[in-house]
């Protein structure tokens, strides 16, 4: 007879967090999901939502996430705090910081509360799109570690190549999962909201630096929803609204199995040029 | 000779903060911007904003700010925390707490930085609209004080009447300012990005308690931008993209003179239904 380790998800392992007998939780950086400069800003986010799923005290499921990105992540190990700043009868509020040698690197707040049946309707459509299939999958950049955890495959608007010059739109429609296969989860669904490469490297055609300061992500999927969805890839679509003074802001869109709005997400990004 | 005492504007008197010495300021709700329960969930934000702009640390001008509305604010005073929790070369993140009583009714977040001149491109276009003169103003219904400070002329999408029945788009669009005329600024820019009413009113064509558990906004116009502003009418247009579980996210743009897009705007809204 043998036994076999199982052994955790890249993903599981980037957002694990040891908690602290000071009421903080510990975790660290993994190479799997580092960016060009500090960690993937999906996974921080995923990692903060994290602290507050993990916190004995949470109440519900996530309706809201706003993660601000205040400065570096260096690799090595972060504290994370999470603090309930109210809990009402059937919502609670929290607030988040991540720091690194006392220096806070990452702020986020966070609403949780019982979901409760209502009237529903969906007013936004998906993008059209082909069947998963019948797109290829996306190389990544060797150099950006985190995009080979996505199984990625592009229906529009597709990573610019050297010559591709300046496009009119910005929007890019994909059918993106996390490889190996994951069941989605709330932390993986907020990752999924930022994983988008720079609005900005489309309409331009090309890279230059960019970095998110500011994710919002609305969670509109039941913990039902995301158990259906199981690790299916879901259809996510982004478009930058303005590009000016440094900064522009984009808008995205996670569709999941049966033209299901998962979660609806919006981010102000930096940029240099 | 005579002299004429000036007044505050009512959105000034309404924002306006007294600092304490322990670092928090204090401020008071004002009748003219009371909602249903407690004041207008836009002068709450553009209150949280104006902590931020008077603290003696501030750098630059608002880029992003959230607000979480964690708790009605009772009539009366309330005290306000601004905290710079990172402060970088050129962008800075604050942390804000509403109080009454000790107990936290409003946080908020918002990152303030120094606009450099790049690259610049609206990627959407304003709804189409006639000449604010074209426009009746449209009359607000006297138990919601806080809609007779802003002068509101539906292009689409108006307060339904009882007999409107369902509608199958949310989308309103609207020429509006302060009553009276006040030259815009980031605080009442902030407040403009609130000024719809809820979307499900217009979707079932019927009231229902609603109101906004978390609201983010994008600030894409400059000091300049808002300077050549002045006291003319914006043009706000909003959308819902999801119902359901006693939640819908709204998506909003504010649009100012020659085009200009003066900010994006999205929130997380509670509804019963």
Not at 37 to 60: K, S
Not at 63 to 91: C, E, K, Q
């Amino acid at each position: 007879m043998t036994t076999t380790a199982t052994k955790a998800h890249p993903f599981d392992d980037a957002v694990a967090l040891a908690p602290a007998s000071d009421g903080t939780a510990t975790g660290r950086t993994t190479a799997a999901y580092s960016n060009m400069v500090g960690p993937f800003g999906g996974i921080t986010a995923a990692t903060l939502l994290r602290a507050v799923l993990d916190h004995p005290e949470r109440l519900g499921d996530p309706l809201s996430l706003t993660v601000n990105y205040a400065g570096p992540i260096a690799d090595g190990p972060f504290a994370v705090t999470a603090r309930p700043t109210r809990t009402n009868r059937s919502t609670q509020h929290w607030s988040v910081e991540l720091r690194q040698d006392g220096v806070v690197a990452t702020t986020a707040t966070a609403v949780f509360g019982v979901r409760r049946e209502t009237w529903t309707s969906t007013e936004v459509t998906p993008p059209p799109a082909p069947a998963l299939d019948a797109v290829d999958a996306a190389e990544f950049p060797d150099f950006i570690a985190w995009g080979h955890n996505y199984e990625m495959r592009f229906v529009e608007g597709g990573m610019p190549s050297p010559e591709a010059g300046a496009a009119d739109e910005s929007t890019s429609t994909l059918w993106v999962r996390d490889t190996p296969p994951r069941p989605l989860d709330y932390p993986a669904l907020a990752a999924l909201c930022d994983v988008f490469y720079p609005r900005v490297f489309l309409r331009r055609g090309q890279f230059a630096p960019a970095g998110t300061v500011s994710l919002t992500v609305y969670f509109h999927a039941g913990a039902d929803d995301l158990t259906a969805q199981g690790e299916d890839a879901v259809l996510a679509t982004a478009r930058a609204q303005h590009f000016g003074d440094g900064y522009f802001d984009q808008s995205a869109e996670v569709w999941g199995r049966d033209g299901m709005l998962l979660a609806t997400s919006h981010q102000l990004v930096y940029f240099k040029g």
